[in-house]
T-cell receptor
Framework: EAGVTQFPSHSVIEKGQTVTLRCDPISGHDNLYWYRRVMGKEIKFLLHFVKESKQDESGMPNNRFLAERTGGTYSTLKVQPAELEDSGVYFCASSQVSPYEQYFGPGTRLTVT | SQELEQSPQSLIVQEGKNLTINCTSS?????LYWYKQKYGEGLIFLMMLQKGGEEKSHEKITAKLDEKKQQSSLHITASQPSHAGIYLC??????????FGQGTRLTINP
């Protein structure tokens, strides 16, 4: 069974540009989560989807971040325009039963210069 | 909001030695997860503890949950190079999400 996959693994962009991160959850997992770890800090929750609906987006930093989950399958996280403080590792996780046994992807390392 | 504090932040041990990592919560723990991360990889689920006094083992890793102390410990017996990585504790907050400690970086010297 394939695990959670994320693309790209690394992204380096300039301040002001746009970046879109993608997450493919484990097949059959209705729950999809985005987390972020910025340098020196703990991993923090961004938002939670159940199928295509946003259940909790309390962790989204600001309106420069937009997450979507088309048809309840894969999800994208767009940052527009990117700022320096957005640099970090963005993790996606999925689970069959929220919030337990969340399986994490390898993360996307975003560097904003 | 709930906060998790891990100690130590980093740990260097000789191969074959035992070690313990602690995770202390600022609030009552209703469920505690341990994950391991290697560089460039995602978080690997190790185990989940839900009841006070619960203890689980997987190979040479044992985790315990002390609800009264709002604390969990992860113990590795006879450490091996494959145990090296970052260990993270996570707790369920509300009904939907996990909050994490800052992680403990474990290095095993041969």
């Amino acid at each position: 069974e394939a695990g959670v996959t994320q693309f790209p693994s690394h992204s380096v962009i300039e301040k002001g540009q746009t970046v879109t991160l993608r997450c493919d959850p484990i097949s059959g997992h209705d729950n999809l989560y985005w987390y972020r770890r910025v340098m020196g800090k703990e991993i923090k929750f961004l938002l939670h989807f159940v199928k295509e609906s946003k259940q909790d987006e309390s962790g989204m930093p600001n309106n420069r971040f937009l997450a979507e989950r088309t048809g309840g399958t894969y999800s994208t996280l767009k940052v527009q325009p990117a700022e320096l403080e957005d640099s970090g590792v963005y993790f996606c996780a999925s689970s069959q039963v929220s919030p337990y046994e969340q399986y994490f992807g390898p993360g996307t390392r975003l560097t904003v210069t | 909001s709930q906060e998790l504090e891990q100690s130590p932040q980093s740990l260097i041990v000789q191969e074959g030695k035992n070690l313990t990592i602690n995770c202390t919560s600022s609030k009552t723990l209703y469920g505690l997860y341990w994950y391991k991360q290697k560089y460039g990889e995602g978080l690997i689920f190790l185990m989940m503890l839900q009841k006070g006094g619960e203890e689980k083992s997987h190979e040479k890793i044992t985790a315990k949950l002390d609800e009264k102390k709002q604390q969990s410990s992860l113990h590795i017996t006879a450490s091996q190079p494959s145990h090296a990585g970052i260990y993270l504790c996570g707790a369920v907050q509300g009904a939907q999400k996990l909050v994490f400690g800052q992680g403990t970086r474990l290095t095993i010297n041969p």
